[in-house]
C-alpha cells in the first residue's frame, strides 16, 4: 500500500508534457497541471487560431486563461525531494514517442533496451531476463533497440527473411528460395553483408585518400596566396620608389600601377579562395559520406544492414585537383620590369627636350590602356580557344568536338557532381578568363544564351543572366535580348548564325557582337568592374537537339 501511495503521489507531480517532474507548476481550468513553460509553449502554438486547448483531456478555452503558479503542487513537489522520492528517474523508463517500446509490458510501456531478431520482439530489462537466463533463447541474436522489425518479416510467407537473392538484388526468406526464387543466385544475409562489407571498406579507403589528398591540395594552395599577397606587396613597394624619381611628374602614374597590382592580386586571391572553397566543401562532403558509411557498417541486423546499403558508385575524378600548380613568387615582375623600363626612357626623354614630351607618350602596356579594337582583324588577335567543362554541364546536355560542342538530350549524358547544373541545359568553359579575350558562339537550330560568369556552386540552379554574378545575351531566330540581375534588355542588330564576344577583364568591358564573314556590329557593351575569375558560358533552350559550337 506504501508503494502505490507512492507510486500516486509521482503521478501526480510529473507534467504529461514533458514527462518529468513538474517545475513552477500551474493549474489550468479543467484542473490539470502542468509545468508553467511547457503549457505556455503548448498554447503559443495555438495563438493563431485562438482556441486554447488542454493536453490532456482535449478541453479547450477562449480566450487564452491567466497562468498562476499552484502553490499546493509546488509545496508537495518540494516535499517529495526532501523525502528522497524520485519520481523523475522511474519516468524516465517509459517509453517517449521517438523511444522503441518494449513489446510485452502491458499499459504504460517501459524503453527497450534491446530487440531479438529471433522473436522479433523488443524487450525492456525487466522482460530480456529470460533471453540470458534460459538455455533455450541460446541461439537468439539480441541487437539494439529497433523499431524496423517488422521489415524483416517476408510480406508472403511471414518467415523471418534470413537470405539474400543475389539474382534480384532483394533480401528473401528460406521459402522464398524454394519458390519463386527457386534457381537464383541465393545466399545468406550474413554471406553477402560480409562481401559487402568488403566493398564498403574499400570505399572508404578511396574516400580517405581522397581527404588526405584534398587537404594537402589546401595548403598548397594557401601557400599561394601568401605568394601572391608577398609578391603583390613587393610590386607596389617598388613602384612606390621608382615613382619617388619622377617627383609630382609620376604622381598619378603611381597611384594607376598601385591600383591595378591591388586588382590584379584581388582577382587572383579570389581565384585560389575560389579552389580552396571547392576543396573544403568536397572534403565536408566527403567525411559526411564517410560517416555515413561507418554508421552503416556497425549495423548488426544484416537484414537492415543490406537494406540501408547505398550504391556505391566509383568517386568521380575532381575537377581541381590536376589543375592545381602552386606558381612562383614572381607574379608581379612584370611590373617591376615595365616600370624601370619606363623610368629610363621617361629620364632620357626628359633630358633631351622637356617641354615636349607628355607622359601619354610613352608605349607601356602594362601602365595606359592600350586602344580598344575596332576590326575584326584586331578582335582575332585576342582570341581565346574556350573548351567546355564537363562536370558543369547539365547531365542532360552533350559535349563533342573536343568539349567545344554542345548539344541538349532528353538522356542522361553524365553523372551526378557538386558543380554540375541541375535545372537548365548550361554549360561552363573550364578554364578562366583573364586580360583580354575574343571569341565566336555558332548557334543551331534553336535559340542560345552566350554567356560570362563567376563559377561559383550556390548557382546550380540559376539560369545565366538572373544573378549579378552572370551575364548574358539571349540569341534567338528573330532577336536579341541582354541580362543580367533578373533585368532583361531588349537589343537590336542584324541577325546571324555567330556572336562574337569580347571581354577586357582588367578594364571591366564586356561586348557581344554580330559576326559575318569579315564584319561586326556591336549589339550590346557592359561597362564594371569584375571581382572574380571569369569563365565563358552556354546555355541551351530547346530540349532536344539544339546545338551551339565553340569556335
Not at 581527404?211 to 596566396?225: A, G
Not at 541486423?301 to 546499403?309: A, G, K, N, P
Not at 554541364?393 to 554542345?406: F, H, P, Q
Not at 578594364?507 to 569563365?535: K, N
Request: proline share 4%.
Amino acid at each position: 500500500m506504501a508503494q502505490k501511495g507512492a507510486q500516486l503521489d509521482q503521478d501526480a507531480i510529473c507534467c504529461s508534457i514533458c514527462l518529468d517532474v513538474l517545475k513552477d507548476p500551474a493549474t489550468i481550468p479543467c484542473g490539470h497541471s502542468f509545468c508553467m513553460n511547457c503549457i505556455q509553449t503548448h498554447w503559443d502554438k495555438e495563438d493563431e487560431k485562438e482556441v486554447y486547448s488542454c493536453p490532456q483531456c482535449r478541453k479547450s478555452f477562449t480566450p487564452r486563461p491567466v497562468l498562476l503558479k499552484s502553490i499546493m503542487l509546488a509545496d508537495l513537489v518540494e516535499k517529495q525531494k526532501k523525502t528522497g522520492l524520485q519520481a523523475a528517474p522511474a519516468d524516465h523508463c517509459y517509453a517517449g514517442a521517438e523511444d522503441v517500446a518494449c513489446d510485452v509490458c502491458t499499459g504504460r510501456k517501459l524503453r527497450a533496451c534491446k530487440s531479438c531478431l529471433q522473436c522479433l520482439i523488443s524487450y525492456c530489462e525487466e522482460h530480456l531476463q529470460p533471453h540470458y537466463e534460459s538455455p533455450a533463447f541460446g541461439k537468439h541474436k539480441l541487437v539494439e533497440p529497433s523499431k524496423k522489425l517488422q521489415e524483416n518479416i517476408c510480406s508472403r510467407h511471414n518467415e523471418v527473411m534470413k537470405m539474400f537473392c543475389r539474382t534480384d538484388q532483394q533480401c528473401i526468406c528460406y521459402l522464398c528460395s524454394v519458390d519463386e526464387h527457386k534457381g537464383h543466385d541465393t545466399v545468406s544475409a550474413a554471406a553477402e553483408r560480409t562481401e559487402r562489407e568488403r566493398e564498403l571498406e574499400g570505399s572508404r579507403q578511396n574516400i580517405q585518400q581522397r581527404i588526405q589528398d584534398r587537404e594537402k591540395e589546401v595548403k598548397l594552395l594557401q601557400q599561394e596566396v601568401e605568394a601572391v599577397n608577398g609578391s603583390a606587396d613587393k610590386a607596389v613597394e617598388d613602384s612606390e620608389k621608382m615613382f619617388t624619381e619622377l617627383i609630382r611628374l609620376m604622381e598619378k602614374r603611381s597611384s594607376d600601377v598601385k591600383q591595378q597590382v591591388r586588382s590584379e592580386q584581388k582577382t587572383e586571391v579570389n581565384r585560389v579562395r575560389k579552389l580552396q572553397e571547392k576543396l573544403h566543401k568536397e572534403i565536408s562532403y566527403l567525411k559526411k559520406k564517410d560517416a555515413t558509411l561507418e554508421l552503416l557498417s556497425h549495423t548488426e541486423d544484416h537484414t537492415q544492414f543490406i537494406q540501408s546499403y547505398p550504391s556505391l558508385p566509383p568517386l568521380g575524378e575532381s575537377t581541381e585537383s590536376s589543375s592545381i600548380n602552386v606558381r612562383p613568387l614572381s607574379y608581379f615582375e612584370d611590373v617591376k620590369a615595365a616600370l624601370s623600363k619606363f623610368r629610363d626612357k621617361l629620364l632620357d626623354v626628359l633630358k633631351e627636350k622637356w617641354t615636349n614630351v607628355s607622359p601619354t607618350e610613352v608605349d607601356v602596356d602594362i601602365l595606359l590602356s592600350q586602344p580598344q579594337p575596332q576590326t575584326r582583324a584586331e578582335y582575332l588577335k585576342y582570341s581565346r580557344k574556350i573548351t567546355l567543362d564537363p562536370n558543369t554541364a547539365s547531365a542532360r546536355m552533350y559535349l563533342s568536338v573536343g568539349n567545344r560542342k554542345a548539344t541538349s538530350t532528353l538522356e542522361q549524358s553524365y553523372p551526378s557532381h557538386i558543380e554540375r547544373f541541375i535545372d537548365c541545359w548550361q554549360v561552363l568553359s573550364k578554364e578562366s578568363l583573364t586580360g583580354r579575350c575574343y571569341w565566336e558562339v555558332e548557334k543551331g537550330v534553336g535559340g542560345i544564351a552566350v554567356a560570362v560568369a563567376y563559377k561559383d556552386n550556390e548557382t546550380v540552379n540559376e539560369k545565366f543572366g538572373y544573378s549579378d554574378k552572370s551575364w548574358a545575351l539571349g540569341f534567338y531566330k528573330k532577336c536579341y535580348d541582354f541580362k543580367h540581375n533578373t533585368f532583361t534588355t531588349p537589343v537590336l542588330g542584324p541577325k546571324s548564325s555567330k556572336v562574337g564576344v569580347y571581354l577586357d577583364q582588367s578594364a571591366g568591358i564586356l561586348s557581344f557582337w554580330s559576326v559575318s564573314e569579315e564584319t561586326m556590329t556591336l549589339l550590346h557593351r557592359v561597362q564594371t568592374t569584375f571581382t572574380e575569375p571569369l569563365y565563358a558560358g552556354l546555355r541551351l533552350y530547346a530540349p532536344s537537339g539544339n546545338t551551339a559550337e565553340m569556335l
